[in-house]
């Protein structure tokens, strides 16, 4: 009954994107193997359903999995591409005549105000910084380089014997960041490039061949890579570690 399902796996910009004829973005345009929307998951457990993050294709999501409704979302930063779908969730709160409840750290939920100060009308905004405990998972989330683009926060889950973690955006992490990652069964982690010849300097999000090396070092029981841009094609095989797979939309991991 505890389960994972990866609702968006791709970066800030989707995939395909906008403008872009790269082969990925033309193949997720006609078969659609590549077709990724904004990174988020739903947590299944027997008390409590509930997602992490809500990006802007937040209502799309649902609707893939003809879901009318979830009440609790946990969010790991206010970037867009995290937080574009609350003001839609408010209102679908309104309409269905629920408060929802959005969990962040307080400095992410101070951050969302300023951006969608009527939120609180719908919604109640609950701090995490203390930890949590959701469909019976106990929550701890810790702040995460993020790169250029500052500090996310990444949570580790534990239940019943079975702890994974979720890391959707962070890059260059040091020890003490590195530290609440130790000794998990499954390890999400996102890696927008296959290999981003960016300057660092530039950069947000590990890439694959950065976050293999982590991944190597940690020993997961597995791990699964998300939030990939258009570099990276599914169907390839990028001869990763052993225990290393992408996500898809709709993949479906046990928890236990
Ligand atoms: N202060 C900021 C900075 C960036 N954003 C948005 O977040 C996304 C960042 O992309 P990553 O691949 O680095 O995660 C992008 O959509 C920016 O527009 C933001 O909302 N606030």
């Known amino acids: 009954m505890n389960r994972l399902i990866f609702l968006g796996t791709g970066d800030a910009m989707g995939v395909p994107r906008v403008y872009c004829d790269c082969l990925v973005c033309t193949e997720a345009r006609t078969t659609g193997t590549n077709v990724r929307l904004r990174s988020s998951v739903l947590i299944k457990s027997e008390t409590e359903d509930f997602m992490i993050d809500c990006g802007p294709d937040w209502r799309r999501q649902l609707e893939l999995r003809s879901l009318r409704f979830i009440p609790t979302i946990l969010v790991t930063h206010a970037h867009f591409d995290h937080i574009g779908g609350l003001p839609e969730w408010a209102d679908a709160c309104r309409w269905t005549g629920n408060r929802g409840r959005l969990y962040a750290p307080q400095e992410v939920i101070d951050t969302i105000l300023r951006q969608f100060s009527w939120l609180p009308g719908n919604l109640d905004l609950i701090p995490v910084d203390q930890g949590v405990q959701l469909g019976g998972w106990n929550i701890r989330g810790w702040r995460v380089n993020h790169g250029k683009n500052g500090y ?95 996500a898809h939309t709709g993949m479906s991991l046990p928890l236990e």
């Open 152 to 246: 996310a926060y990444a949570y580790r889950l534990e239940k019943d014997g079975f702890s994974w973690a979720y890391c959707s955006d962070s890059i260059g992490l040091n020890e003490a960041e590195i530290l609440p990652l130790h000794n998990l069964n499954l390890l999400v982690l996102g890696t927008s490039f296959y290999h981003e010849e960016a300057e660092y300097a530039t950069r947000s999000v590990y890439d694959m061949l950065e976050a293999q090396e982590l991944v190597g070092r940690l020993k997961p029981g597995s791990t699964v890579f998300t939030h990939m841009s258009h570099d990276v094609d599914i169907t390839y095989n990028y001869g990763l570690l052993e225990g290393i797979s992408l």
